[in-house]
């Protein structure tokens, strides 16, 4: 403090010319920083997380469908009928295993990929079952049909979507945990813009 007052008038100016540029230069800098950690949570909730839970809760939804076109065909009577229910079935199962596909590359991280391996074991054993039913309906067994849904599709299928419905618990709570730090990183960067404004003007 003593070297500053003995300072010249113009020396006085220049340090504190260079002391706000110094600053600005900071806050500038705090600011870039900030707003790209900003934008890395934030590209990460809508190209990896939302995307994510759309697609399994899709892939949920197409799995719904194509059960209860399956519980159709039993109260069928019909040949055309049921062969144009079983042509839902396959169609609306086509459109599940897009999803799927879809949905596995955006599961990079070690909980999602444990998750993942619980989807597909379940995945597994309804794709099975729902083969069976389909091929005991084809062969027109009124009697094996409604057994082979009741204990090979429903049953699959309950432990299907209760892996999906754990797939997408994490994924959400994983945009919730985004989104809690990227308002912390607001808030810091926040108070330190604040903290080097007051500085600058000091």
Sequence with gaps: MTFFTHMRI???????????????IAIALLGYFGIQSLNGEISQLISADYKAVALANRAK???????????????????????????????LMAAHEKSMAELKP???????????KLVEEARAKFIAGQAAFVKTVAAGDTEGAPLKYQFSVRAAQG???AALDKLVAHRNAAMEAAGLKSNAVA???ALLLLALAVAAIA
């Design 10 to 24: 113009g020396q006085r100016l220049a340090a504190g010319f260079a002391t706000v540029i110094a600053c600005l």
């Design 61 to 91: 939804a197409e799995l719904g469908d194509a059960s209860r076109s399956m519980m159709t065909t039993l109260i069928m009577s019909g040949d055309e009928q049921i062969k144009k229910e079983l042509d839902t079935v396959a169609s």
């Design 106 to 116: 955006l599961l990079t991280d070690e909980a999602s990929q444990e998750q993942l």
């Design 159 to 161: 432990k299907y979507m």
């Design 187 to 189: 808030g810091k960067t």
